[in-house]
C-alpha cells in the first residue's frame, strides 16, 4: 500500500487536510475508461475508506470514478514528504521512497508511449519542476538502471522520456501492472514477454 501510495502521489493521487495538518485524506479519480484500475486502486486502500463503492461523477461532459480514504494521522509523514506550502514537490528523499511498483503506478497515471510506431516511453510529469525531475532521473539510472531524459513541454515544463535503450528494461517493470488492467494495456504497447 506505500508503494502505491508513492506513485499515485507522484501521478494523479494527492492529500487533502481539513484540520491544518494533522491528518490527510488521500483522494484518487479517473476517467470512467479506467474504472477497472481504479477499483483495483480501491480495493487496495479500501479498509482505509468509509465509503463502499466508488463514487460517479460527471464534470464538464466527462465521467469520472473515484474514491476518498478517512482522514488519518498515518498520512502525515507522505504530506511533509510530498508537499511544500500547498503545491506538491519532487521528495528530497525520492530515492528511498521510489520502488519498482511505485514507478509502475506512476507511469499508469501520467504515462503514455510517444506513440503507435515508437518503443519509447514518457512520464507527463508537468507538476514537477526541472531540478526535480532531473534527480528523479538520476534515481531512475541508480536504482533501477533505466536512462531518462528532460523533454521540454510548452517552454515551461517538462517531462521524463525514456528512450529506446532503456524501454526494455523500464517495460519489464510497468508491463505486470499494466497487463493487470484491460484499459492500461495500450499504454504498453503490443509486445508480449517471452514466453
Known amino acids: 500500500m506505500r508503494e502505491v501510495l508513492v506513485g499515485l502521489l507522484l501521478g ?5 487536510t481539513q484540520n491544518q495538518g494533522r491528518t490527510y485524506r488521500l483522494k484518487v479519480e479517473h476517467g470512467e475508461a479506467q474504472r477497472d484500475y481504479a477499483e483495483w486502486l480501491f480495493q487496495l486502500f479500501r479498509p482505509l475508506c468509509a465509503q463502499a463503492t466508488l463514487y460517479e461523477k460527471e464534470k464538464h461532459g466527462k465521467k469520472y470514478v ?3 480514504t478517512r482522514s488519518l494521522g498515518t498520512f502525515r509523514f507522505y504530506a511533509q514528504q510530498f508537499y511544500q506550502n500547498g503545491k506538491k514537490v519532487m521528495p528530497a528523499n ?6 519498482k511498483t511505485g514507478l509502475a503506478i506512476w507511469y499508469l497515471d501520467d504515462g503514455s508511449r510517444k506513440s503507435n510506431r515508437h518503443t519509447t ?9 526541472r531540478k526535480e525531475l532531473m534527480h528523479v532521473a538520476r534515481i531512475l539510472t541508480l536504482k533501477f538502471k533505466i536512462r531518462a531524459t528532460l523533454h521540454r513541454q510548452k517552454q515551461r515544463y ?5 528512450p529506446s535503450d532503456s524501454a526494455k528494461q523500464f517495460r519489464g517493470i510497468i508491463g505486470p501492472f499494466a497487463r493487470k488492467f484491460k484499459s492500461m494495456e495500450l499504454k504498453i504497447g503490443n509486445t508480449k514477454p517471452k514466453k
Not at 494523479?12 to 487533502?16: M, P, R, T, W
Not at 525520492?94 to 520502488?99: E, H, M, P, R, V
Open 158 to 162: 517538462f517531462r521524463l522520456y525514456i
Open 121 to 129: 516511453y514518457i512520464i507527463h510529469s508537468l507538476g514537477f519542476s
Open 94 to 99: 525520492i530515492g528511498k521512497l521510489l520502488t
Open 66 to 68: 473515484g474514491f476518498r
Open 12 to 16: 494523479d493521487g494527492h492529500l487533502e
